[in-house]
């Protein structure tokens, strides 16, 4: 079977470690060029491993949470390839774990600010590359979590990121551009480098989390979290030709949970 990415420019957010580190392993294979982004420097190392196994890859540090941010990584990307021809916007996830009513104002905005702003901003910088190139694919990932219990505002953040996919969809798809998502479910993965709330958890905010957990499998038909190559499979499938007919599609890869 032919690799599926040869040559092709690939920017992958969030790739320091997670869903994002495993996508850029599997691309890394089958012949993509890299441009890894994460705001902390241990994408540099995922970088630096990739290329002492003979990858094209380049580590971008970067706040995504900002317009500069986005900008300034795109801008890069293309000065090093000359083109972008696949975004993966994976930055983004559940900072607290509580009922609506115990979110603080600031909590809130965190949440919004963390799991749609990056996929906003990187894909409003990406679109002039990718229309002057006539055509790029877009995935982004989303959540089901637009359904579930203990995170409304970042339910609210990744429904926000299912309107941009569709809206983005409609928009650019006679420009040759493709944009898609997955919506994952609880996903089994190695301790966070970087915790997203450093703040030790009380015992209630330990529950609540666990409450979160138990809905999780209760409400996937499979009862149980996936696995990084579950999540980065289906990833990699829509940013491949293979789904050339496909664009507008938030797809859950969530054992069953359609969020």
């Known amino acids: 079977m032919n690799p599926r990415f ?63 941010g986005a900008e300034t990584v795109m801008a890069t990307a293309h000065d090093r390839y000359g083109r972008i021809d696949i975004l993966i916007n994976n930055v983004g996830g559940t900072i607290w774990a509580q009922p609506f009513e115990h979110y603080q104002p600031e909590q809130i905005q965190k949440e919004i600010q963390r799991s749609l702003f990056p996929t906003l901003w990187c894909c409003r910088a990406v679109l002039p590359y990718m229309v002057e190139q006539k055509g790029g694919v877009i995935v982004n990932v989303s959540s089901v979590a637009t359904r579930g219990l203990m ?39 190695p301790p966070r480098l970087t915790p997203r709330n450093a703040k030790d958890q009380s015992e209630q905010e330990k529950a609540w989390y666990q409450g979160l957990i138990d809905q999780t499998n209760a409400t996937s038909f499979m009862h149980r979290y996936g696995t990084l190559d579950e999540q980065a499979e289906p990833i990699l499938f829509l940013a491949s030709d293979a789904s050339s007919y496909m664009t507008g599609t938030v797809l859950p890869v969530a054992g069953g949970d359609l969020g």
């Open 151 to 189: 995170r409304v505002p970042y339910g609210a953040a990744k429904g926000g990121v299912n309107a941009l996919t569709v809206n983005l969809a409609f928009e650019y798809a006679e420009k040759g551009i493709r944009v898609n998502a997955t919506a994952p479910g609880g996903t089994e993965a």
């Open 6 to 68: 040869t040559n092709k420019v690939m920017v992958i957010t969030g790739a320091a470690q997670g869903i994002g580190k495993r996508v850029a392993e599997l691309a890394a294979a089958e012949g993509a060029r890299l441009v890894l982004v994460d705001i902390a420097d241990y994408v540099q190392g995922v970088a630096a491993q990739l290329r002492d196994q003979g990858v094209e890859a380049l580590a971008v540090q970067a706040n995504l949470e900002t317009w500069e």
